[in-house]
């Protein structure tokens, strides 16, 4: 998709006449980022070094998890909303498994920082925390409708094989087909997650998620960072989506995304902070390029349009919105220094971190 299709647009802003002594500003206009998957109160582990590998950490999130309030959760998510908010990312999918009520503080703490929010309210079964787990899927479904019918925007989020059975799954398949709804799930961060799906259902876990109906066109797949060909094969016939967190899955020691096989499947790509250990979509967006020509042995694997897309369309398709708010970037900003006009959207890219942005007034 070019730039002119993004509705991108460079634009001279002269911020007041000169008899108001005010000085030129320029700036980028561009459709803002779409985080497309965050555990917003994850963002209290950053700097911590507990947990030798992913299941290490895992208990001790799971412990933060254990803390969290509805109060908690409205001051915490406030604050990384808005931190988000001045980092570029206009809309974020909170993938949601603390309750109920912390979904409602989440929604107003989205409010407060003037992020439009999508509800990924998860369904967990099994596992986990006992505050994570629904009864039923039934129970799940209700939960759903009972967001949507205050005015929340939501979509299903089934949070992996580990923690969805098959029947599960299959509820959840049909009622994302009838509704049209979004469908986030998490499949193939780990090979012990493989190892486990594969032992329980003989179907590695994307196979498994095809074979219940979960693949739709709807669909994002969180990770997908150890996917074979075949799996990522029922992706792109799917028509859904990948959701790659490079700042996380660096962190965890998930593995690299395929990003080329990805590509060569037509399959669109977004991109989240997830775990927020970092919060800066350009990034994001580098660090998924960098994968990419590490694989490869080859640079411009993504044209920086292309990249810019992955960072707000695709994310916008990912979650089912069609209107998000805009992003200013500062061409004045010593990190673009001396960058000739036809080169912005690379540098930008390739050179400058999230401070390049306007912070909304």
């Known amino acids: 998709m070019g730039m002119d299709e993004r509705r991108s647009q460079l634009v001279s802003q002269d911020d007041a006449a000169t008899t108001q002594g005010f000085v030129l500003k320029r700036v980028l206009s561009l459709p803002g980022f779409v985080n497309a998957h965050s555990h917003t109160f994850q963002r209290v582990l950053r700097g911590r070094s507990e947990g030798d590998d992913f299941w290490g950490w895992r208990d001790v999130m799971l412990a933060t998890a254990a803390g969290q309030t509805p109060e908690s959760v409205r001051a915490l998510y406030a604050l990384t909303y808005r931190e988000m908010r001045a980092a570029g990312y206009t809309a974020v999918g909170e993938f949601h498994y603390l309750g109920l009520d912390e979904a409602r503080a989440a929604v107003a703490a989205a409010a407060d920082a003037e992020i439009e929010i999508v509800l990924l309210l998860a369904a967990y079964a099994r596992g986990g925390l006992a505050r ?67 032992a329980e259902h003989g179907l590695r876990p994307i196979e498994l998620l095809a074979r219940c109906g979960c693949l739709l066109p709807t669909t994002t797949v969180i990770h997908a960072t150890h996917a074979d060909d075949a799996e990522l094969d029922l992706i792109g016939d799917s028509g859904g989506r990948v959701c790659a967190c490079p700042t996380t899955e660096a962190n965890l020691g998930d593995g690299f995304v395929p990003v080329e096989r990805i590509r060569d499947r037509g399959i669109g790509i977004c991109i989240g902070s997830d775990s927020n250990v970092r919060i800066d979509p350009l990034e994001e967006l580098r660090e998924l390029e960098g994968i990419a020509r590490r694989q490869n042995g080859r640079r411009s694997f993504c044209s920086a349009g292309t990249l810019l897309c992955f960072g707000a369309d695709e994310g916008a398709g990912a979650l089912g919105i069609s209107d998000w708010a805009p992003v200013e970037v500062d061409l004045t900003h010593r990190s673009l220094a001396g960058i000739e006009e036809r080169n912005v959207f690379s540098a930008l890219i390739d050179g400058c971190a999230a401070d390049v942005f306007v912070t909304p007034a």
């Open 132 to 198: 994570f787990r629904q009864p039923s899927v039934a129970a799940y479904l209700q939960q759903v409708e009972s967001l949507a019918e205050a005015g929340v925007a939501v979509g299903l989020a089934p949070h992996s094989v580990r923690a969805c059975p098959r029947d599960w799954l299959e509820g959840i398949g049909r009622y994302a087909e009838a509704t049209g709804l979004p469908l986030h799930v998490h499949a193939d961060e780990q090979p012990r997650e493989i190892e486990e799906c594969a």
